[in-house]
């Protein structure tokens, strides 16, 4: 039997956004975010709250886990400034930029790439965004970038999908 040989979804990924549709559903127009920090995307579970029922003696005679929730992270090196416009938290006046608030309103698609062919992207449809802003002497400004995944209208967290030769990435 031959061996299979795996396509690993590591190093330089492309990570995009848009707004998600009405009823939830993945947008149809996606922009990328900007250069990601070397290693700092991360894709993390939460755990669910967990309902227990104990008797007399602390003898447990129920217990059910709830379902968690998945949490998208990144940093973004030095934010261009149509990412703050687009995400609705700037406005550009003149030759600056002024930052009117830290709150991203509404429901967000993401999309994330891996550099590999033959490796496993996903596709979230709806989640909310976190947008941190930072800045110190050895990072210079950058922005960190949580993405709390929704379970929404579709009925599912995120879809899976297999990166094909024909699609090109803004930082490959």
Request: with cysteine.
């Amino acid at each position: 039997m031959a061996k299979k040989n795996i396509k690993m979804a590591w190093s330089k990924c492309t990570i995009e956004i848009g707004k998600a549709g009405d009823d939830g559903s993945m947008a149809t127009e996606l922009t990328s975010i900007g250069t990601i920090k070397d290693k700092s995307s991360t894709l993390e579970p939460s755990d669910g709250e967990t309902l227990e029922a104990k008797a007399t003696g602390g003898e447990t005679v129920a217990k059910e886990a709830q379902e968690g929730g998945l949490t998208l992270k990144t940093r973004v090196i030095e934010p261009e400034d149509t990412l703050l416009t687009t995400l609705g938290i700037a406005k550009v006046e003149g030759e600056e930029l002024k930052v009117t608030t830290h709150l991203v309103e509404g429901d967000w698609s993401v999309k994330v790439t891996p550099k590999n062919v033959g490796a496993k992207g996903i596709k979230v449809p709806c989640s909310t965004i976190t947008y941190k802003p930072g800045w110190s002497e050895e990072e210079g400004n950058y922005a960190d970038i949580e993405f709390e995944i929704i379970k929404g209208a579709a009925g599912y967290w995120y879809s899976k999908f297999t990166k094909k030769a024909a699609e090109q990435t803004q930082q490959s």
